[in-house]
């Protein structure tokens, strides 16, 4: 049976939790960075034929491109990640950012880069139902991100077309540690008789209720210098590297 909205949480059947540490050489380390990067995006889902007075739109980080110079020439030395679904007022194609992990101490094909996201961006442990609309011209099912430990937290929630939770590999979450709370309270986007949408940080991302009252929360948003290009790992949390990674 489909779950309810706000049911226990669930997932697919593979667990993820963060794995165990591994090595990542000290000289590596300090060359790998994040930086919020422009991104192509596809519709999730949009408002027509819901007879809701307000036009909204939602959208996903489309990976099948790297950004700079192109996949076909860095290999996955720069690697997108998705953190979450965005929300537009309108149909049109929001512009916004998403985040990436970059090895510069290569020039292409990192070998690092696969163990370094599932440990620093791990996927969720489970999804929570937030929210299912079924009208207009085709459904859709929200979902809120269960983070694997304290240390991380879901920046946004993700939606399906379909009333089965997505994969544990389709989002991704961020270090606690990279986050600031969000600046003011949640902003109504959309609302009709099954609930609402509402966008929750500068980001562009989004919350669901069943109801019309804002969502609780906590939120947040990457932290101000999180947004340079280039932003060292080592230096966004170098703690948490060191219980992540061996980097003797």
């Given at each position: 049976p489909s779950p309810e909205a706000g049911g226990a949480p669930h997932s697919?059947?593979?667990v993820s939790a963060v794995p165990p540490p591994c090595p990542l050489p000290h000289k590596t380390a300090k060359h790998m960075s994040c930086s919020m990067v422009e991104c192509s995006l596809k519709e999730v889902w949009n408002s027509k034929g819901t007879l809701a007075t307000a036009k909204c739109s939602l959208w996903k980080v489309s990976l099948g491109?790297?950004?700079g110079m192109g996949s076909a020439m860095l290999g996955n030395r720069d690697q997108k990640c998705s953190i979450g679904h965005f929300i537009a007022d309108g149909h049109d194609q929001p512009a916004v950012a998403t985040l990436e992990i970059r090895d510069r101490s290569v020039m292409r094909d990192s070998a690092h880069n696969k163990h370094v996201l599932p440990r620093l961006?791990?996927?969720?442990?489970?999804?929570?139902?937030?929210?299912?609309?079924t009208r207009g011209s085709k459904p859709c099912h929200v979902w809120?991100?269960?983070?694997?430990?304290d240390r991380f937290v879901a920046l946004g929630m993700y939606a399906?077309?379909?009333?089965?939770?997505?994969?544990?590999?389709?989002l991704s979450c961020v270090p606690l540690s990279w986050c600031k709370p969000a600046a003011g309270a949640p902003r109504l986007v959309f609302q009709d008789k099954t609930g609402s949408l509402w966008q929750i940080n500068s980001l562009g991302f989004y919350a669901a209720t069943e109801g019309f009252l804002p969502p609780?929360?906590?939120?947040?948003?990457?932290?101000d210098e999180l947004a340079q290009s280039d932003f060292k790992l080592l230096e966004a949390d170098g703690k948490l590297m060191g219980e992540l990674f061996d980097m003797r």
């Open positions: 697919d059947h593979s491109f790297q950004a961006l791990p996927h969720p442990k489970a999804y929570r139902m937030a929210w299912s609309c809120e991100a269960v983070p694997p430990d399906t077309k379909q009333p089965e939770a997505p994969a544990l590999s389709k609780k929360g906590p939120f947040y948003d990457l932290r």
